[in-house]
């Protein structure tokens, strides 16, 4: 089995760590009311999917 011949050091662990950033998920527009929807989902404001009503939005 391997195993680690030495002790990483608190700063390669911090300095690998430190790329973990969070990111704002992409946004895609709606062809029907253009507002801004995740992609592969259906439009929360009109409540459309590939170009029918997949939602009753009120």
Known sequence: MAVPK????RSRVA???????IKEPTKSECPQCHA?????RACPS??????????EVE
């Open 6 to 9: 030495r002790k990483k050091s």
């Open 15 to 21: 300095s690998r760590k430190a790329q973990w950033k």
């Open 36 to 40: 801004p929807k995740l992609p592969h």
């Open 46 to 55: 009109c409540g459309y999917y590939a170009g029918r009503e997949v939602l």
